[in-house]
């Protein structure tokens, strides 16, 4: 399975961005797909995850309320709006897919693969 996000960049505090990740070489609809953000010197925490159907989320709680994650699994992609975003939102950005499990992990160990991340820089 190769993940491959994109949509990140430079944006003011209180504006938008659409993060994209398009899946292949595996079958998405079966997959739980994750978001996790990486800033500079610090662990890579979670973010959002979403079950393979779409019907159930999970949101870190620094998150909720502010970004959503959804999913399309025609197009094989899974995606994170972030909005009203802070200064401290500023990361690489991951996503990641659950094979195997099933369940809607907030832990790194939860996901067998991972993309190469995006970088989100939120000015203040």
Do not use: H
């Not at 739980?32 to 999970?58: C, H, L, N």
């Not at 200064?87 to 099933?102: E, F, I, L, Q, W």
């Amino acid at each position: 399975v190769q993940l491959q996000a994109s949509g990140g960049g430079l944006v003011p505090a209180g504006g938008s961005l659409r993060l994209s990740c398009a899946a292949s070489g595996g079958t998405f609809s079966t997959y739980v797909m994750g978001w996790f953000r990486q800033a500079p010197g610090k662990e890579r925490d979670f973010v959002a995850t979403i079950s393979y159907r779409g019907r159930s989320t999970i949101y870190a709680d620094s998150v909720k309320g502010r970004f959503t994650i959804s999913r399309d699994n025609a197009k094989n992609t899974v995606y994170l709006q972030m909005n009203s975003l802070k200064p401290d939102d500023t990361a690489v950005y991951y996503c990641a897919a659950d094979r195997d499990s099933g369940f809607l992990s907030p832990r790194t160990y939860g996901y067998e693969y991972w993309g190469q991340g995006t970088l989100v820089t939120v000015s203040s």
